[in-house]
T-cell receptor, first 116, second 109 residues
Framework: TAGITQAPTSQILAAGRSMTLRCTQD?????MYWYRQDLGLGLRLIHY???????GKGEVPDGYSVSRANTDDFPLTLASAVPSQTSVYFC???????????????FGPGTRLTVL | GQNIDQPTEMTATEGAIVQINCTYQ??????LFWYQQHAGEAPTFLSY??LDGLEEKGRFSSFLSRSKGYSYLLLKELQMKDSASYLC??????????WGAGTKLIIKP
């Protein structure tokens, strides 16, 4: 089983350009998440979706947008990239959603993005 | 503010035991998670605690004290493949996961 896939694996992007990071899960999980991971910092939540058709803002949403048209896909778009968005981006999913204490998140392999 | 504290790095010897501590100050508590992350890879789920006490899962155990805002991950019979970062995360009252920066564990032969 694939679990969660992300594309691309890595990307170098010129500042000011737009880009969409793709995330697909085949586990029929209700909730999906986008995190960024920077050296010396914990994972920081960018946006999340508790179920298809709904999205919410996380800790660091500025400069990013998401959509959740169906259960499987949760793309993350950078409208106009800036160097501070250089990071490793992880997509995750969980069966139930944020309102469940035991709900466990499962992560994709990540996308390493460099903005120059 | 909300805060998760873990040591930045630890070193241990193959075959030994190591304890990785995590202290937290969060708005409410709805469970604590430990994840393992090998370099360049995704975090993978290790354990979950919501009640005080020890949860054992093979060579790995996780302990929680809610009154002290404290947890530890205990790794026994260390193997070279255990070299990784270990992430502590707490689910707060709004069910948001708050993540620590992780502890890089180096295993030496």
């Amino acid at each position: 089983t694939a679990g969660i896939t992300q594309a691309p694996t890595s990307q170098i992007l010129a500042a000011g350009r737009s880009m969409t990071l793709r995330c697909t899960q085949d586990m029929r999980h209700n909730a999906m998440y986008w995190y960024r991971q920077d050296l010396g910092l914990g994972l920081r939540l960018i946006h999340y979706s508790n179920t298809a058709g709904t999205t919410g803002k996380g800790e660091v949403p500025d400069g990013y947008s998401v959509s959740r048209a169906n259960t499987d896909d949760f793309p993350l778009t950078l409208a106009s990239a800036v160097p501070s968005q250089t990071s490793v981006y992880f997509c995750a999913s969980s069966p139930a959603g944020l309102a469940e204490s035991t709900d466990t998140q499962y992560f994709g392999p990540g996308t390493r993005l460099t903005v120059l | 503010g909300q805060n998760i504290d873990q040591p930045t790095e630890m070193t241990a010897t193959e075959g030994a035991i190591v304890q990785i501590n995590c202290t937290y100050q969060t708005s409410g508590f709805n469970g604590l998670f430990w994840y393992q992350q090998h370099a360049g890879e995704a975090p993978t789920f290790l354990s979950y605690n919501v009640l005080d006490g020890l949860e054992e899962k093979g060579r790995f155990s996780s302990f929680l004290s809610r009154s002290k805002g404290y947890s530890y991950l205990l790794l026994k019979e260390l193997q070279m493949k255990d070299s990784a970062s270990y992430l502590c995360a707490v689910r707060d009252r709004d069910y948001q996961l708050i993540w620590g920066a992780g502890t890089k564990l180096i295993i030496k032969p």
